[in-house]
């Protein structure tokens, strides 16, 4: 069974910094595009970041230039580095693992910006 597991959610003031921590199996994580998602209570689920094999980024317009997604492949993790956050990133953030064949989602780490 594939598991990701996150790490490093919280709660933070605004302004603040996080890291997020996601870890998967060696056979999917080199295989794999890796990404981060984030759900708002009663909003839908919504991409942060991606990171393909090659190490090439995508971000959402609204974390830009505050996130910075990385993986380091030799120890099959993905990072997720939020900077100056704001109220409106509170959610929970998933990370997840796509592949040519398969999709797979972490079980989510609740992340709070609030003072």
């Known amino acids: 069974q594939v598991q990701l597991v996150e790490s490093g959610g919280g709660l933070v003031q605004p302004g603040g910094s996080l890291r997020l921590s996601c870890t998967a199996s060696?056979?999917?994580?080199?295989?794999?595009?890796m990404g981060w998602y984030r759900q708002a209570p009663g909003k839908q689920r919504e991409l942060v970041a991606t990171?393909?094999?090659?190490?090439?980024?995508n971000y959402a317009d609204s974390v830009k230039g505050r996130f910075t997604i990385s993986r380091d492949n030799a120890k099959n993790m993905v990072y997720l580095q939020m900077n100056s956050l704001k109220p409106e990133d509170t959610a929970v953030y998933y990370c997840?693992?796509?592949?040519?064949?398969?999709?797979?989602w972490g079980q989510g780490t609740q992340v709070t910006v609030s003072s």
């Open positions: 990171i393909t094999t090659s190490s090439s980024t």
């Open positions: 060696r056979t999917i994580f080199s295989r794999s595009a």
């Open positions: 997840n693992a796509d592949g040519l064949r398969y999709n797979y």
